[in-house]
Nanobody, 124 residues
């Protein structure tokens, strides 16, 4: 059974930073591209960022480009999302996901496994 465990969410003021992490098994980490999505109540879950299996390709939603950075830590089997210059509209539950499309993907349907989510709240 594939498990993805997110951590690092919390409350931060606008303009601040947070770092999310997602841990999984070595087997999953070494064979999947990883992504982050977010969702607010009443809205569809939306793509935030993805990173390929090798770490060589990254994609970002336009709304976070230049502020968020996705990275892989091979030693810890984790994928991280560094979020800077946070805005109130970044408030959401953030989900980590794994995809067998090793180049990375932006479509929610391309992801096979999901974490339980972590709340990020940005106060203005």
């Amino acid at each position: 059974q594939v498990q993805l465990v997110e951590s690092g969410g919390g409350l931060v003021q606008a303009g601040g930073s947070l770092r999310l992490s997602c841990a999984t098994s070595r087997r999953t980490f070494s064979s999947h591209a990883m992504g982050w999505f977010r969702q607010v109540p009443g809205k569809e879950r939306e793509f935030v960022a993805s990173i390929s299996w090798s770490g060589g390709s990254v994609y970002y939603a336009e709304s976070v480009k230049g502020r968020f950075t996705i990275s892989r830590d091979d030693a810890k089997n984790t994928v991280n999302l560094q979020m800077n210059s946070l805005k109130s509209e970044d408030t959401a539950v953030y989900y980590c996901a794994a995809s067998t499309i090793v180049a990375g993907a932006v479509a929610r349907s391309s992801y096979d496994y999901w974490g339980q989510g972590t709340q990020v709240t940005v106060s203005s």
